[in-house]
């Protein structure tokens, strides 16, 4: 079974800019997560999605939004990027709440 | 952000010797993960475990969920140099799909 996949792999804009990211779970996993990884702060949550709904949200600012399409395939967007944003971006998808997660390779975004 | 307690921060060991490291957390967790994660890679499952009480092995891997559920550990054994890399716990909480972080344990194996 194919593992989670996201695109792009690497990714450098200029502040100001917006981004979006893209994410595809484990065939038959429903929900998906993103988190943010960086050296300071390490791996914080950031919103979930199962069945095109958003049921859990951390505590980031209304710049970074997301949504699920229907096949469960979803995408992650930065508005109006600062240099703080540069992270790992990170998906994980599990067949529902409670059970393991399974992480996608990332995208690392360098904002300049 | 919160994130979990993890202990130690880093580990230099010799190939063949055993490792323990462990998360600790002042709220309840239903659910405790074990992920490995290489350089500019994602953390990679483990193990996963549901109930308090638990152990469960994973090859050289063994890892427990504490009976209180504030606490998991994780031991590695006979460590080979393949093991390098940064060991992540993470607390599932009830009824939601949100994952809290432990601060990572880095593990160098020497030859």
């Known amino acids: 079974k194919a593992g989670v996949t996201q695109t792009p792999r690497y990714l450098i804009k200029t502040r100001g800019q917006q981004v979006t990211l893209s994410c595809s779970p484990i065939?038959?996993?429903?929900?998906v997560s993103w988190y943010q990884q960086t050296p300071g702060q390490g791996l914080q949550f950031l919103f979930e999605y199962f069945s095109e709904t958003q049921r859990n949200k951390g505590n980031f600012p209304g710049r970074f939004s997301g949504r699920q399409f229907s096949n469960s395939r979803s995408e992650m967007n930065v508005s109006t990027l600062e240099l703080g944003d540069s992270a790992l971006y990170l998906c994980?998808?599990?067949?529902?709440?409670?059970?393991?997660?399974?992480f996608g390779p990332g995208t690392r975004l360098l904002v300049l | 952000g919160q994130q979990l307690n993890q202990s130690p921060q880093s580990m230099f060991i010799q190939e063949g010797e055993d490792v323990s490291m462990n998360c600790t957390s002042s709220?309840?967790?239903?659910?405790w993960l074990w992920y490995k994660q290489d350089p500019g890679e994602g953390p990679v499952l483990l193990i996963a475990?549901?109930?308090?009480?638990e152990l469960t092995s994973n090859g050289r891997l063994t890892a427990q969920f504490g009976i209180t559920r504030k606490d998991s550990f994780l031991n590695i054994s006979a460590s080979i140099p393949s093991d390098v890399g940064i060991y992540f716990c993470a607390g599932g909480a009830y009824n939601t799909d949100k994952l809290i972080f432990g601060t990572g344990t880095r593990l160098q194996v020497f030859p």
């Open positions: 994980a998808s599990s067949r529902t709440e409670g059970l393991a997660q399974y």
């Open positions: 065939s038959g996993h429903r929900s």
């Open positions: 475990l549901y109930k308090a009480g």
């Open positions: 709220s309840i967790f239903n659910t």
